[in-house]
C-alpha cells in the first residue's frame, strides 16, 4: 500500500474583533499624525489580541459614532464607557478594567470651583451622548448641559466663557491641555464625582 501524503488546509483566518474607539479621545484613544489608532485603550486592545491570536479591527469615529457602530452591529465591542440603565438596555457590560475619574473643571480667574450642586440655572458643557450628559439630565435638571462633540469645543466654550463650568473625565481634559500647550488655564473640582 503506498504512503499518501495529504496537505494540511490551512486554518481559516476568523474574522476580526471590530472595535468602536473614539478618534479624538485622548489619552485613551486618537487617530495618530501617521493615521494609526493609538492611545491606551487601542494598545490595551492590541495587547489582548497578541496574547490570545484574535485579530482586531478598529473602527474609529466621533463619540456618537461609537455608539450607534455598537447599536446597529457595525462593531462587536466597545473600547470603553461607562455603564447606565439606558445602556444596559442595550449593550453588555464587561467588568471594568480602568477606574476614570470625572470632576468640574472651571476657568481659572472667572470662577471659584464650587460643588455641582451650586451650578443650579448654570451652563455645563458636556459630551453629546456621554454619561456625564445623562447623570446632569437625570440628577440636576436645573442646569443645563450643552451638549458637545469633544474635549476641543468643551475647553473653547469654557474659555470663551459660554458656559460656567465643563464636567468630563480628568485624564482627557489634562491631556489635551497639555496637547494646547495651556497648563493652569483650568481649576478642576476637589470631588471626584464618579
Known sequence: MPLVATAQQPAETPAPLRIAIDKAFSPYSLIGPTGEATG???EIWRAWSEATGTPIEFIPSGWEG????LRSGKADVHFGMFKNASRAEWADFAEPIHQIHTALFFRVGRDKPVPLEKLAGEKVGVWAETYQHQFLKDNHPD?????????DQLILK??????????NEVPS?????????IRGVLARSEESLF
Open 40 to 42: 491606551l485603550a487601542v
Open 66 to 69: 461609537t455608539l450607534d457602530a
Open 158 to 167: 469654557l474659555l470663551k466663557g459660554e458656559v460656567r463650568a465643563i464636567l
Open 143 to 151: 442646569i443645563e448641559p450643552v451638549a458637545l462633540e469633544n474635549d
Open 173 to 181: 481634559v489634562e491631556a489635551d491641555l497639555a496637547a494646547f500647550g
